[in-house]
């Protein structure tokens, strides 16, 4: 299974924090948040990872960098919610299984691993996006 996360957003509730880094690396404890998030990943099995960037994408990539994670960036130019975020990783996701999370949001392993040991109840649901979609 893949994971796409949503780490577009400016975090514009979130300043001044956001002024200079976006809002998914704010730290917590000490770390960056999104590093929790890509950890609990990691732990539930899942190491096929997409994140979808816009503001300070290029902090976004020098964090990956900095603690060594292998990841695929795919731009969203303009923010227009969450739906064309999404349609932007079809590239990345194909037909294969994969989970959305926010990159604000922690979710354990635990939740991630059990998301995954259900997926055969959805195993017959795709995300079909009509080639003609426009956002």
Not at 3 to 8: C, K, L, P, R, T
Not at 30 to 48: C, E, M, S
Not at 106 to 125: C, Y
């Amino acid at each position: 299974m893949k994971a796409v996360i949503m780490a577009a957003g400016k975090g514009a509730r979130m300043l001044p924090l956001t002024e200079n880094i976006p809002k998914v690396l704010i730290k917590v404890n000490g770390k960056p948040f999104l590093l929790y998030v890509i950890n609990n990943l990691h732990q539930a099995g899942i190491t096929d990872i997409c994140l979808i960037v816009s503001y300070m994408k290029e902090k976004i990539a020098d964090f990956l960098k900095e603690y060594n994670i292998e990841a695929t960036l795919i731009e969203q130019p303009e923010p227009k919610g969450t739906g064309q975020a999404v349609s932007l990783a079809k590239s990345f996701t194909k037909d294969e299984d994969f989970i959305v999370l926010g990159g604000d949001n922690l979710w354990s392993a635990d939740d991630i691993k059990e998301i995954i040991k259900h997926k055969q109840a959805i195993s017959g649901f795709k995300l079909q996006i009509p080639k003609s979609t426009e956002f």
